[in-house]
T-cell receptor, first 115, second 114 residues
Framework: ETGVTQSPTHLIKTRGQQVTLRCSSQ?????VSWYQQALGQGPQFIFQ???????GRGNFPPRFSGLQFPNYSSELNVNALELDDSALYLC??????????????FGPGTRLTVL | AQSVTQLGSHVSVSEGALVLLRCNYS??????LFWYVQYPNQGLQLLLK??????LVKGINGFEAEFKKSETSFHLTKPSAHMSDAAEYFC????????????FGSGTQLTVLP
């Protein structure tokens, strides 16, 4: 069974540029959530994709957008990068189960540095 | 809205000593609670999860946590610390919206002294 994978591992961009981060969900999982973890803080929810549609969004501006593909892999796109976007971006996959707290399994993350 | 508070951003214990990491939650409904561990430059690994089946939850690597509704707490413990336990630990609560997203605490950095 393959776990959650993310690419690239590290990325350096300049302010104003655009970036795309990728995530492959764990086998059998149909839901992907994205989180941003700034240095020294806990992860913060960006959005979730379920069956290729956005299923919920945290307090992030529209320049953060995403996609989910038929194989349940996902992309996170960030436009007009700002210095504060520098963070570890974590992808988590899960399977939606009625009435039970979904267990989210995290990938290793992509470290984004904005200069 | 659900939230968690982790008391103590840094905890140091000696190898072999008891580990106690504190987490208090706020929730308007019975919560689903989680503990995750993060090693340097890595993602989050699930330690254990509370889903109301049992108040004492056993997890991986010898960790366990007890859900106490009267105290709104979900503290993480391990009887004997190992050097390999040094990491950052996050408590999280699952949301009630369609995404059931996790809301994390600010984390506790555990240092294990030889």
């Amino acid at each position: 069974e393959t776990g959650v994978t993310q690419s690239p591992t590290h990325l350096i961009k300049t302010r104003g540029q655009q970036v795309t981060l990728r995530c492959s969900s764990q086998s059998g999982h149909n839901t992907v959530s994205w989180y941003q973890q700034a240095l020294g803080q806990g992860p913060q929810f960006i959005f979730q994709y379920y069956r290729e549609e956005e299923n919920g969004r945290g307090n992030f501006p529209p320049r953060f957008s995403g996609l989910q593909f038929p194989n349940y892999s996902s992309e996170l796109n960030v436009n007009a990068l700002e210095l504060d976007d520098s963070a570890l971006y974590l992808c988590a996959s899960s399977t939606r189960l009625a009435g039970v707290g979904d267990t989210q399994y995290f990938g290793p993350g992509t470290r984004l540095t904005v200069l | 809205a659900q939230s968690v508070t982790q008391l103590g951003s840094h905890v140091s214990v000696s190898e072999g000593a008891l580990v106690l990491l504190r987490c208090n939650y706020s929730s308007s409904v019975p919560p689903y609670l989680f503990w995750y561990v993060q090693y340097p430059n890595q993602g989050l690994q699930l330690l254990l999860k509370y889903t109301s089946a049992a108040t004492l939850v056993k997890g991986i690597n010898g960790f366990e946590a007890e859900f106490k509704k009267s105290e709104t707490s979900f503290h993480l413990t391990k009887p004997s610390a190992h050097m390999s336990d040094a990491a950052e630990y996050f408590c999280a609560v699952s949301g009630t919206g369609p995404a059931r997203q996790l809301t994390f605490g600010s984390g506790t950095q555990l240092t294990v002294l030889p």
